[in-house]
C-alpha cells in the first residue's frame, strides 16, 4: 500500500503507514478516537475506529518510529505482515501495468484508465480517490472557507504534490463526479450519502478570479489581509492565473535577472532543480555588475524550491572523461571568481533559499551578505559524497569563520566542527541546523513560511543598503596549519583502521583538512584568500584525476545516490 501512495501518485514518500509510524500509533489511534466522540454526524464516523491489529501493536508498545517498531521495523527495512503478525523484508513495488498506468501525463486519461482496470492495484487508487473527493466535497461548506483552503491544508499537512479537489479538476471535474455518483448507487462508496448539490452547478472549483466556496456559493479570490502582503508570490492551486514575476533586465539561457520598479534587482535560476553550470556562472557575473550600476541590492531568489541542488557536474563530466585538466581547473577558478562576486560586489546580496542548497548551492549562501532561509531548509557540503572536495570557497568561508569565533585563541575547537561537517557531508534538517553547523551564521534569518522570502529577503537588502553598505574587503586569515592538519587526520586514521570509511574516504578527509587548515604551514600562520582557495582548487582537480572519484561522479549522475568505494 506505501509503494502505491507515495511519491507513485505524488505524496510524501512516508506514504500512509510510515507516516503512521513517524507520527505514532498511540497519537494516531487518540485522533481517531476524538474524532469519534467529536463527529456523531460525521457520515464516515463509523470508520474511525481503529482496528484490532493496529490497537494489538499499541497494546504491546510497538508505536512506531518512537520505540523503533510499529507498523515498520529495523528503520523501515522490515513491515508487519498481518496474516502472520511477524515482520517481514518491506520493499514492494506496484505492478508494472500499474507503474504505467501511474505514469500517464494526462489525468484524465491516468483515471479513466484506473476506474476500468480490473487490476486491484488500480481499483484500489480509483477507490481511495474517489472516497476523499467525495469527502471533501460532502464537508466543504462546513469545513473551510473556500476549495483552496482545503488543498492547501492537505498539501502543506500531507506533503501531497496537488490538493483533492486539484487532482478532480485536472481528472475532469464532471466526468469523475458522474463516476463517484455511479459508484455511490452501486454501493461502492464508503457510504450512500449523495454527492452535495453544489458540485453538479461548478465545472470545478478553481478559476482565475478565486476557488469555490460551498458555503456562499461564489468563487473568492485570495484574502487581502495585511499579514498576505508579505506573500509577493503566494504557493498557488490548479486553475488560478500564473505568477508574472516582474520586468526582464537581462536574461541567458541559465538565469533571469528581473525587478519589480522597487529598485531591487531579483536573480532567479533556469536550469533543472538550478544547478550551477557555465551559463549560471556567466549570468550571475553579469547580473552583478548590472546591479551595481542600476540597483540598491540584489537578491538570489528561485520562484520555485529547491534554491540548488550543486554544481553541474554533467556538464563537467565530458571534460573529465576527455583528460582535459587545465579546462576543468578553469571551469573550478570561475566558480570561484563568481563566489567572490558575491562576497565582493559593491552593493548588498542577499540570498532566500528553501529546500535544498547543496554543494555550490551551499558556498553561494556562504558567500552573499546576508541568508533569508525558510525554516524547511536543508543544507550541506556534500561534495564528498562525489569524491570531491568544497572548492567554491567552502573551506575558505569556514577557516574565515573559525578565526573570528576563536578571536586570538585556539582555532581547533571550532574548525573541528566544520571538518566534519564537510568530511561527512553533514546536510542540515533544518535551518536552525545549519546554523549550528555553521553554513548559516548567526545573523542570518530563518523564515517560517516560505511564501514570505522575497518579501523578507528584499527587507534585508533596503536594509544594507540604507545603512550605507560597504562590501568587506578581503582579509588575511589564522589558520591552523600543519597541527590542525594531524588533528583531523588523527580522527580519519581511527574511522579508516576502524572500518567507518574507506582509503578514498580517507584521502578525501586529509584533503578537506589541507585545505581548512591552511596547508603545510606553521601553526597561527596568515594567509590570504587565495592560498586557501587554490588549496581547494588544486586538490579538488587532483581528486577528480581518480578513477575512484569519476566512479562516484558516474555513479550519482546514473542512480542520484552516491556511491561508497
Known amino acids: 500500500m506505501d509503494a502505491l501512495t507515495g511519491p507513485a501518485i505524488g505524496r510524501a514518500k512516508s506514504a500512509t503507514y510510515r507516516t503512521a509510524d513517524i507520527v505514532g500509533l498511540d497519537t494516531m489511534c487518540h485522533v481517531f478516537e476524538g474524532s469519534a466522540l467529536a463527529l456523531r454526524d460525521d457520515p464516515w464516523q463509523r470508520y474511525f475506529a481503529p482496528p484490532a491489529w493496529l490497537k494489538a501493536l499499541i497494546e504491546k508498545g510497538a508505536l512506531g518510529q518512537k520505540t523503533k517498531a510499529g507498523i515498520y521495523a529495523n528503520k523501515g527495512k522490515q513491515v508487519l505482515d498481518l496474516m502472520t503478525g511477524a515482520y517481514r523484508e518491506a520493499g514492494a513495488k506496484p505492478d508494472e501495468a500499474v507503474q504505467a498506468i501511474l505514469k500517464l501525463r494526462n489525468p484524465a486519461e491516468k483515471f479513466a484508465t484506473l476506474r476500468a482496470s480490473d487490476h486491484p492495484q488500480a481499483q484500489f487508487l480509483w477507490a481511495i480517490h474517489r472516497d476523499v473527493f467525495h469527502y471533501a466535497a460532502t464537508l466543504l461548506a462546513e469545513i473551510a472557507d473556500n476549495a483552496r483552503d482545503v488543498d492547501c491544508a492537505i498539501r502543506w499537512g500531507f506533503g501531497w504534490s496537488m490538493g483533492p479537489f486539484e487532482i ?79 520586468e526582464t533586465v537581462f536574461e541567458n539561457s541559465g538565469v533571469r535577472l528581473w525587478t519589480t520598479g522597487d529598485d531591487i534587482g531579483v536573480l532567479s535560476f533556469k536550469s533543472k532543480m538550478h544547478v550551477i553550470g557555465d551559463e549560471v556562472l556567466d549570468g550571475v557575473l553579469e547580473a552583478l555588475k548590472i546591479a551595481e550600476k542600476r540597483f540598491d541590492g540584489l537578491v538570489l531568489w528561485q520562484t520555485g524550491a529547491p534554491f540548488s541542488a550543486g554544481a553541474n557536474l554533467a556538464q563537467a563530466m565530458p571534460v573529465l ?159 591552523a596549519g600543519r597541527t590542525g592538519i594531524a588533528a583531523c587526520q588523527m580522527v580519519l586514521v581511527n574511522m579508516r583502521d576502524g572500518g567507518f570509511i574507506s582509503p578514498h574516504d580517507y584521502r578525501l578527509g586529509l584533503s578537506i583538512a589541507q585545505a581548512l587548515c591552511g596547508g603545510d604551514v606553521d601553526p597561527n600562520t596568515m594567509v590570504d584568500e587565495d592560498w586557501l582557495l587554490g588549496l581547494e582548487r588544486k586538490a579538488f582537480v587532483e581528486l577528480a584525476k581518480t578513477p575512484l572519484t569519476q566512479a562516484r561522479i558516474e555513479q550519482m549522475l546514473k542512480t542520484g545516490k552516491p556511491l561508497r568505494n
Not at 481528472?171 to 458540485?199: H, N, S, Y
Not at 533544518?430 to 548559516?440: C, I, P, R, T, V
Open 321 to 479: 572523461v576527455a583528460g582535459d585538466f587545465d579546462a576543468f581547473e578553469k571551469i573550478v577558478a570561475k566558480f570561484q571568481n563568481t563566489t567572490a562576486a558575491l562576497r565582493y560586489s559593491a552593493v548588498p546580496v542577499v540570498a532566500a533559499a528553501q529546500g535544498l542548497a547543496l554543494g555550490g548551492g551551499c558556498e553561494f549562501l556562504m558567500h552573499c551578505d546576508r541568508v533569508v532561509a525558510a525554516l524547511e531548509s536543508y543544507i550541506g557540503l556534500v561534495e564528498v559524497g562525489v569524491g570531491l572536495i568544497p572548492a567554491g570557497g567552502g573551506c575558505k568561508e569556514f577557516a574565515l569563520r573559525a578565526m573570528g569565533e576563536a578571536k586570538d585563541g585556539d582555532l581547533m575547537p571550532f574548525l573541528r566542527g566544520y571538518f566534519e561537517a564537510m568530511a561527512m557531508a553533514k546536510v542540515s534538517r533544518s535551518a536552525e541546523e545549519a546554523k549550528q553547523l555553521g553554513y548559516l551564521r548567526a545573523s542570518d534569518v530563518i523564515v517560517f513560511n516560505s511564501s514570505e522570502l522575497l518579501y523578507v529577503a528584499k527587507a534585508q537588502v533596503r536594509a544594507l543598503a540604507e545603512t550605507g553598505y560597504r562590501p568587506p574587503q578581503p582579509r588575511k586569515i589564522r589558520v
Open 168 to 246: 478532480w479538476q485536472a481528472a475532469g471535474w464532471k466526468r469523475v463526479a458522474a463516476w463517484i455518483e455511479e459508484d455511490i448507487a452501486a454501493g461502492k462508496a464508503m457510504t450512500a450519502t449523495p454527492l452535495p448539490a453544489w458540485v453538479d452547478r461548478v465545472d470545478g472549483v478553481h478559476r482565475p478570479e478565486g476557488s469555490y466556496s460551498a458555503a456562499e456559493n461564489i468563487y473568492k479570490p485570495r484574502s487581502t489581509l495585511p499579514v498576505y502582503r508579505r506573500q509577493l508570490y503566494p504557493e498557488q492551486v490548479l486553475g488560478e492565473a500564473p505568477h508574472r514575476y516582474g
